[in-house]
């Protein structure tokens, strides 16, 4: 299976400040990277498809980006709803695998 | 709206069984497949399996393989997903999902999630 790894485990930012989550996939996914933000309580949100692509709904200040294995997933001004746990997850292959997640907190 | 309404929580003793079901509405069931995936306290969520309710055709974690069943019903949009011999690693929230469509195919519809707690 393809493990995929996220750092930082904690990402601590100021309301109004850009944040910048990565994920390494173990080997070649090619654009099939999805970003999941997760609210205490709730099931995953999907944020981005494709590497790149904003899901229905989604505020363009959530944009992702990639270079090979290495993806990043960028909140250009932190919004108060925005503090969660965030996940990346392949699915070029299965099994569909996700990263141990960031948590994005109120510094 | 594409929905996708789950059972609710269970509590079983470990060599125990659980069904839990997944009802969907608003597309059309036998279209797309439905993923299960769950997610122990703290960690990501986990691949559990796959079915297509057109043919019935299933992929299964293989670390899970010998002990779960997913089954459908068309005539209630159902799908259900069956685990036997549970164990205390069991426990977790099981949601059922759906890819948001083909430029998509990735979990963008999501139950509401069951937790499944084994304990003796």
């Known amino acids: 299976e393809i493990v995929m790894t996220q750092s930082p485990a904690t990402l601590s930012v100021s309301p109004g400040e850009r944040a910048t989550l990565s994920c390494r996939a173990g080997q070649s996914v090619s654009s099939s990277l999805a970003w999941y933000q997760q609210k205490p309580g709730q099931a995953p949100r999907l944020l981005i498809y494709?590497?790149?692509t904003r899901a229905t709904g989604i505020p363009d200040r959530f944009s992702g980006s990639e270079s090979g294995t290495e993806f990043t997933l960028t909140i250009s001004s932190l919004q108060s709803e925005d503090f969660a746990v965030y996940y990346c997850q392949q699915y070029k292959n299965w099994p569909l695998t996700f990263g141990g997640g960031t948590k994005v907190e109120i510094k | 709206q594409v929905q996708l309404v789950q059972s609710g929580a269970e509590v079983k003793k470990p060599g125990a069984s659980v069904t839990v079901s997944c009802k969907a509405s608003g597309y059309i069931f036998t279209a797309y497949g439905v993923t299960w995936l769950r997610q122990a306290p703290g960690q990501g969520p986990e691949w559990v399996g796959w079915i297509t309710p057109y043919s019935g055709d299933t992929e299964y974690a293989q670390k899970l393989q010998d002990r779960i069943t997913m089954t459908t019903d068309t005539s209630t949009n159902t799908v259900y997903m069956e685990l036997r011999n549970l164990r205390s690693d069991d426990t977790a929230v099981y949601y059922c999902t759906r890819i948001m469509g083909q430029a998509a195919s990735t979990p963008g519809y999501w139950g509401q999630g069951t937790l499944v707690t084994v304990s003796s």
């Open positions: 494709g590497a790149s």
